[in-house]
């Protein structure tokens, strides 16, 4: 189960490049936008930059997760759950561009309530 576990959050923390690649302009394929919010709050270049800061720390941070995982580290599950929350509330602010990975977020974030709970 661990290894699987890691394998998921490995690439959930891949899949946050996205939010990474898209405002610094690293990828043609990837729409640039400073907006969040569903467009209702502008941040122009620099506010948008730190967005992306942000995502790249959290794909770190699940990578960090995975490794954990696969090691069966003591601290793996709470650091997902800390970080899979992070993760929650900023897919909410790139809402709707990152509804799949709020999705995501909220079944990691059941799973490891429902094996706490056990």
Do not use: Q
Not at 17 to 25: D, K, S, T, Y
């Amino acid at each position: 189960m661990h290894i699987a576990a890691a394998i998921a959050l490995f690439a959930h923390g891949f899949a946050h490049l996205v939010g990474f690649v898209g405002p610094w302009r690293l990828s043609t394929k990837i729409p640039y936008k400073t907006t969040i919010l569903a467009g209702r709050a502008e941040l122009g270049d620099v506010g948008i930059k730190i967005v992306g800061v942000l995502w790249l720390l959290l794909a770190l941070d699940f990578a960090l997760l995975a490794w954990g995982a696969a090691g069966r580290s003591a601290w793996w599950e709470k650091g997902t759950l800390i970080t899979a929350g992070g993760s929650l509330l900023l897919c909410l602010v790139d809402w709707p561009d990152a509804r799949i990975g709020a999705l995501v977020n909220t079944a990691i974030i059941a799973i490891l309530l429902a094996l706490r709970a056990r």
